[in-house]
């Protein structure tokens, strides 16, 4: 059971470029999660999804976009990669009810030069 | 809105030494509480949860966590400490009024544990 697997595993950027982060999840969960690592600054939600079809915004949203056409799949896109998006990214999810406890992926860290 | 603190950026415990890592909480309701590990390079991975009931919970790995209402804490504990339990550990709430669970969970900036053999 793969559990949540997350694509690229690294990956750096010329400042400008666009890329996706491809995360994948095989428990049939409801919910997924995009957040963002940061030295110091624990984990920040950037987009989540309740189902299929749905998306909404995190604590910092800006520079990002995201879809989830398949329930086990949640894309997370960046048009136009700056600086400040160099980050470890971390993907997650759960099933439906405020009690269960989120997978997470094992990262992804990008560099945007 | 919830928010945790994690006040010690770093705890430092000898081998073998009862361990403590602190967390403090705020939310409008009442709490779901997570831990979190996160060794070097990999994913958090799931210690243990407090939803309702008794107040001490035991997870994975030999760790506990107290859960205090009066005191908004939720200080993870450990009875002897083992050098492979060195790793970046996090705590997270959810407020259960905020249903379903749906916006997520909100995380401590983590604390460094670092056992020394």
């Known amino acids: 059971n793969a559990g949540v697997t997350q694509t690229p595993k690294f990956r750096v950027l010329k400042t400008g470029q666009s890329m996706t982060l491809l995360c994948a999840q095989d428990m049939n969960h409801e919910y997924m999660y995009w957040y963002r690592q940061d030295p110091g600054m624990g984990l920040r939600l950037i987009h989540y999804s309740v189902g299929e079809g749905t998306t909404a915004k995190g604590e910092v949203p800006d520079g990002y976009n995201v879809s989830r056409l398949k329930k086990q799949n949640f894309l997370l896109g960046l048009e136009s990669a700056a600086p400040s998006q160099t980050s470890v990214y971390f993907c997650?999810?759960?099933?439906?009810?405020?009690?269960?406890?989120?997978?997470f992926g094992q990262g992804t860290r990008l560099t945007v030069v | 809105a919830q928010s945790v603190a994690q006040p010690e950026d770093q705890v430092n415990v000898a081998e073998g030494n009862p361990l403590t890592v602190k967390c403090t909480y705020s939310v409008s309701g009442n709490p779901y509480l997570f831990w979190y590990v996160q060794y070097p390079n990999r994913g958090l991975q799931f210690l243990l949860k407090?939803?309702?009931?008794?107040?001490l919970v035991k997870g994975s790995y030999g760790f506990e966590a107290e859960f205090n209402k009066s005191q908004t804490s939720f200080h993870l504990k450990k009875p002897s400490a083992l050098v492979s339990d060195s790793a970046l550990y996090f705590c997270?709430?959810?407020?259960?009024?905020?249903?379903?669970?749906?916006?997520?969970?909100?995380f401590g900036k983590g604390t460094h544990l670092i056992i020394q053999p």
């Open positions: 997650a999810s759960t099933g439906w009810g405020g009690d269960t406890e989120a997978f």
């Open positions: 997270a709430v959810r407020d259960w009024l905020s249903g379903g669970g749906a916006d997520g969970l909100t």
């Open positions: 407090y939803i309702t009931g008794d107040n």
